[in-house]
């Protein structure tokens, strides 16, 4: 019976926390340029990836959930192709909001809302 499961073939510096997840987290620096293998393709990196940082394991279209730890953590801003660094500039938080300063938050002190 042949061995299908992803991590099989998946550079050993990629740590996928779940199965589900569309992204994995560097487990050393990976420097732009520098080749690694996803689900057995060799994928070029376009940028650098900081040890503990995600990178994206499968093409994520705008708007698409990136997942980790096998649950949603945010949304991508825009299109993310396998090996992408993902970080700030192209993945937005869907709970942010919540902590807002806008004085909707009832459990702020009354002189916080001002």
């Not at 061995?3 to 620096?29: F, G, K």
């Not at 953590?73 to 192209?90: L, V």
């Amino acid at each position: 019976m042949e061995n299908t499961c992803p991590s099989t073939t998946t550079d050993p510096r990629l740590l996928r926390l779940d199965p589900n997840d569309n992204i994995a987290v560097a487990t050393t620096t990976l420097e732009a340029g520098e080749a690694v293998t996803i689900d057995g393709r060799p994928v070029t990196l376009p940028d650098r990836v900081p040890t503990g940082h995600k990178l994206a394991l499968l093409p994520i279209a705008a708007g698409e959930k990136v997942i980790k730890y096998g649950s949603p953590i945010g949304s991508a801003m825009c299109d993310i192709r396998p090996g992408d660094y993902i970080h700030t500039h192209n993945l937005k938080s869907d709970y942010l909001p919540t902590y807002t300063l806008d004085g909707s938050n009832p459990y702020l002190r009354e002189d916080l809302k001002q």
